[in-house]
Structure formats: structure tokens, C-alpha cells
């Protein structure tokens, strides 16, 4: 075997300070979601394992490691929103990840007003230049390869209506490097941002 390179099985651990599983599969778009419960409390909560599944219908999904408040909340309600962060929204989206009791609002706790929503009753982050809101389609509990469930839920949800602030549209044509996207990486506190210096282009062969 190479010494060149560093090889684990991660059942046995990685033996490294840190677990690079999630600095490898990134930088990773964060899922900053808004939820209700059924009682009423909103909620505000990162998922950066996130992503988009699907065209038509669009369809995205967050992985809620443990059974969380959001993940609770989309089962009591059936909708979430999630709100882009963008640079400035950075230290704000990172308040929201404070483990607090369900009844207290991440939205007051990180300074951030909750707007309502057009299609869905959970409210989207104001200050965010794009949100999109989302219903339910599956909760699907995720199982090792030995068929063993783990306390890990995919949620996945339909975009049903989408806000993007009009400055980010150029000839229409959504602006991925103006916004300036946040991104997150490894380790305990590794963001990116892109902007034009990492745009490149590349067609498809035909
Ligand atoms: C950038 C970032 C990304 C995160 N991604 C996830 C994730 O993908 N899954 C997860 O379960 N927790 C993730 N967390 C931690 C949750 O945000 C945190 O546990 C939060 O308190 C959950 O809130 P809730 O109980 O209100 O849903 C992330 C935190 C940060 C700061």
C-alpha cells in the first residue's frame, strides 16, 4: 500500500484531527431553513447538507442529523423555506445554529425579521435576496449499507414559489457570483464564498 496515500475505512475512524468526509465533498450550499411548529413558534437553523434533487418539479432536501426541531416541525407542518446566505447574512446564519429550546425564536435571536411567505405559511428571512418555499414530499430515515437505520432523516420538499431579488438578475439570468453565495467547508469553521474570479465556462459535448 502507498504511503503516499492516506487510506481509512470510516467504521474504524479516520485517525486525522479532524473528519475529512465533509471538507472532500465541498464547499457545500447551506439550507437555511424556516419552519413552524404546529403550535406556532418559528424556527431558523443551517443545514448544509443540502441540496437541490430535481428540475421538474424542483425539488430539494436537507439531512437533519438527529431529530431536530426543523426536521419536527415539517413533519408536524408539511412546509419549510429556505433562504440563501449570502456574505453578508454570514455571522447571522451562524447564530441560528445556537442549540436553543423550540419555543425560542432563531429569527429574534439573530437579529432577523421573518416576512410572510406567498404560496406556504412559514415565513422567509427578510434580509435574504432569494427564498424558496417548499412542501413536503418524503422523510426518508437513511440506513447503512448493512440495512441498519441511523438517526439521520433526508427531508425532501417541492419548490413551490421562489423570490429573487431583481438585482441579481442580469438580461435575466440569475447572478450566482454577485450574490456572493456562502458556502460552507470543513473542519470546525471553513467557509467559501464565490464571486467572478471562480466562474469558468464549459459546454457540454454534442
Ligand atoms: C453551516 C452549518 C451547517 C449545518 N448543517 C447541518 C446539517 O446539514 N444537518 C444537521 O443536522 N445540522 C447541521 N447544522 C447544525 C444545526 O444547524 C444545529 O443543530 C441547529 O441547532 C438545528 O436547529 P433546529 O433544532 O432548530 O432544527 C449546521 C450548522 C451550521 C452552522
Not at 437505520?149 to 423570490?163: F, I, M, Q, R
Request: charged content about 15%; glycine content about 8%.
Amino acid at each position: 500500500m502507498s504511503d503516499d496515500i492516506h487510506f481509512y475505512e470510516p467504521r474504524d475512524g479516520h485517525r486525522l484531527p479532524h473528519d475529512p468526509f465533509n471538507a472532500i465533498v465541498g464547499p457545500r450550499p447551506i439550507g437555511w431553513i424556516s419552519t413552524r411548529s404546529a403550535a406556532g413558534a418559528l424556527n431558523l437553523a443551517p443545514y448544509s447538507f443540502f441540496n437541490a434533487f430535481n428540475y421538474t418539479p424542483p425539488i430539494v432536501g436537507f439531512a437533519s442529523i438527529g431529530h431536530k426541531d426543523t426536521l419536527r416541525n415539517v413533519e408536524e407542518t408539511g412546509e419549510f423555506a429556505w433562504n440563501l446566505v449570502t456574505t453578508p447574512l454570514a455571522q447571522a446564519m451562524n447564530q441560528t445554529c445556537a442549540p436553543v429550546p423550540p419555543e425560542v425564536s432563531e429569527f429574534a435571536l439573530a437579529g432577523l425579521t421573518p416576512t410572510a411567505s406567498r404560496v406556504i405559511s412559514v415565513p422567509r428571512v427578510a434580509e435574504s435576496p432569494v427564498s424558496s418555499e417548499c412542501r413536503r414530499t418524503q422523510i426518508v430515515q437513511l440506513e447503512g449499507a448493512g440495512g441498519v437505520k441511523v438517526p439521520t432523516w433526508l427531508v425532501l420538499g417541492e419548490v413551490v414559489a421562489v423570490h429573487i431579488d431583481q438585482a441579481l438578475l442580469r438580461d435575466g439570468i440569475y447572478d450566482t457570483a454577485a450574490a456572493e453565495h456562502v458556502l460552507r467547508g470543513g473542519g470546525p469553521a471553513d467557509y467559501f464564498t464565490v464571486g467572478p474570479a471562480q466562474l469558468f465556462r464549459m459546454f457540454r459535448p454534442t
